[in-house]
């Protein structure tokens, strides 16, 4: 990399997301104040909890700023009006079921530092119950609309990549980002309120141009995932259900070309009729279908932010969107039977984007 594309970005502040996190405030809190590479600031933003969180941070943390909103608009909101009232260009982005290895700012800052393409940075995220796997690592960017994530539930010991490598999508755990870039391609879509947000934000910074990193050797501690939304194990969540089926089509919408979508077709209508055989057989089709009446409400404002997404295109579809193996947690494929159908599965999809990614956009 050339001397001339490094640079210098200054002073960053933190913005955490919170709703409901008083069990999770204190070990996070106490994590980005151990950061080696000290912040400028920390500002939580509260998205009207319910709980102690705000009196929590009052009371036991004063040199935290703290950003009350009148509504729970989901993390989107959050996550704007903490850019926005950030005093610096650079923020620290981070939820409130996080914990930050000391080192992590340091390294995230040496990463973007390096390349001044680079606009937001991750660190690797394990589960925090067991260190030593891998839970987010960043992604590429599957055509149906679904993130195709590296080293899933992978152990650390075998974890592919090293050092600090490209990626398409950056999970929004904790990322240092550039608010200016961020806040220039729209901020977080908050039409999506929760679940494929990031993915969102990532694609529409990569169709603009911009890079992303995760840098594997800066290591941050995942907790519980949000109550309601998250799945590792047990029932599938109806309101994923009803979020993943509006919000897979949102993003569809706004951010693949048309001749994307076209030549497509028979990968996404093969995945929506599995995704209903699931939603069916988890007793959410109610839900789905409320995702998409949801989807088609939103039909104008979703092509007016397309008209803006792709006015800012630089980057080809098909220099993007992989058709690679999909990402299923394992309690979904625990069983041989289970797997099969999943190496099946991607075959199908795999082998159609083989036949038409020269076609796409």
């Known amino acids: 990399m050339s001397a001339s594309s490094q640079r210098s970005i200054g ?26 590479e000290g912040l400028d ?51 620290l982005a981070v939820d409130n079921d996080a914990i930050l290895s000391p080192d992590v700012l340091g390294k995230l800052r040496v990463a973007i530092e390096s390349d001044s393409s680079v606009v937001m940075a991750q660190p690797r995220s394990v589960f925090e119950a067991e260190p030593g796997r891998v839970h987010y690592d960043g992604a590429h960017f599957h055509y149906v609309g679904l993130l195709s994530l590296r080293n899933f539930y992978r152990p650390v010991e075998r974890a592919e990549g090293e050092g600090t490598l490209p990626v398409d999508g950056a999970i929004a755990i904790a990322i240092l980002l550039d608010r200016d870039a961020v806040l220039e391609v729209g901020g977080y879509d908050e039409d999506f309120f929760i679940l494929f947000e990031d993915y969102d934000l990532s694609q529409r910074l990569r169709l603009a141009g911009h890079v992303v990193l995760s840098v594997e050797d800066a290591t941050v501690l ?21 979020y993943h089926s509006r919000n897979r089509w949102l993003l569809l919408a706004k951010n693949h070309s048309i001749r994307t979508l076209f030549v497509s077709l028979p990968g996404l209508f ?45 980057l080809r579809d098909r220099d993007m969107l992989v058709g690679a193996r999909l990402t299923f947690s394992p309690e979904l494929t625990d069983r041989p039977w289970k797997e099969a159908v999943v190496r099946t599965f991607d075959l199908i999809l795999g082998g159609w984007w083989r036949l038409a990614r020269g076609l796409s956009g």
């Open 11 to 36: 002073p960053v502040s933190a913005v955490v997301c919170n709703y409901n996190g008083e069990g999770y405030l204190r070990e996070l809190l106490q994590s980005l104040k151990d950061q080696t």
């Open 41 to 91: 600031e920390v500002i939580v933003v509260d998205n009207n909890s319910s709980d102690g969180s705000l009196e929590l941070v009052k009371r036991e943390y004063p040199w935290v700023k703290v950003l009350p909103l009148p509504v729970n608009g989901g993390p989107c909101s959050a996550r704007n009006a903490g850019m926005r009232a950030a005093r610096n260009r650079w923020v």
């Open 222 to 242: 995942h907790r519980g995932g949000t109550p309601g939304i998250s799945f590792r194990e047990g029932e599938y969540p109806a309101q994923r259900a009803f």
């Open 270 to 314: 093969f995945y929506e009729a599995v995704w209903v055989v699931f939603t069916l057989r988890s007793g959410h089709l109610r839900a789905y279908v409320r995702g998409k009446l949801s989807f088609l409400k939103s039909w104008g404002r979703t092509m007016t932010k397309r008209r803006v997404v792709q006015g800012k295109r630089k």
